[in-house]
């Protein structure tokens, strides 16, 4: 004999079922309701019905501007000058000298002026040079006669040549002499004395007139053999 199955067991058993498919059916419900979108229609319009209130866009060519005219070129206007009147009347030029082929026309002569001269310049180079009265033999006589070689340079030994600058003025005297080269003991002294002592020379000449020049003399000092 089959036991009987008791109902309050059986539902027992299937509420849970029952449970479980209200909730999974609610959540679907719920996801349902979130994802749904909804959309306006109000603002929406056919573009297909609008009409076309557009003007037909039409194509301009581009026109070329012409140039501007050139400017008026003013033609001079031509005025008739009359010929100037010739004039009849002679002119007479009287002349107050009366020239013949026998007239002799004088050379104008221009005369340059005479150039200043300077007295105090002193000459190297002029074109006639100063010289002793005589030459220059004359000269080396009266060195002969006239210098004395110094005792000093005597027992010293000493033999040479003295330079001596000096400058011959206008009127022949020597002055500013002196020593350029010496040798020494005594000689030196003695060149300067003989030349001061000696007589006037003969002027340089520039020109044919007398200058001042500068010259320079030696003056042997030797042991006679």
């Not at 999974?24 to 959309?39: G, H, N, P, Q, R």
Request: aromatic share 8%.
């Amino acid at each position: 004999m089959e036991p009987k199955k008791n109902p309050k067991i059986d539902l027992s058993r299937q509420s849970g079922l029952f449970l479980n498919i209200g909730m999974a059916a609610s959540l679907l419900l719920i996801i349902v309701a979130f994802e749904w979108k909804t959309y306006d229609d109000s603002g929406l319009m056919d573009l297909g019905n609008v009409d076309d209130d557009f003007e037909d866009i039409i194509d301009i060519p581009p026109t070329e501007q012409p140039p501007p005219p050139p400017p008026k070129v003013q033609i001079p206007e031509i005025i008739e000058v009359p010929d100037e009147e010739e004039i009849e009347e002679e002119i007479e030029v009287e002349l107050d000298v009366e020239v013949t082929e026998e007239t002799v026309v004088e050379e104008i002569v221009f005369e340059e002026a005479p150039e200043e001269e300077n007295v105090d310049e002193i000459f190297t180079i002029v074109e006639e040079s100063a010289s002793f009265p005589g030459g220059i033999t004359a000269f080396y006589e009266y060195l002969k006669k006239e210098l004395k070689y110094p005792r000093q340079a005597q027992r010293m030994g000493i033999e040479g040549r003295v330079f001596v600058q000096f400058v011959v003025e206008r009127d022949g005297r020597l002055t500013d002499i002196h020593v350029v080269k010496g040798i020494g003991a005594g000689c030196d002294e003695e060149a300067v004395r003989v030349l001061q002592e000696s007589p006037k020379w003969k002027p340089g000449k520039q020109r044919g007139k007398p200058v001042r020049q500068k010259m320079i003399q030696n003056i042997l000092f030797k042991f006679a053999n």
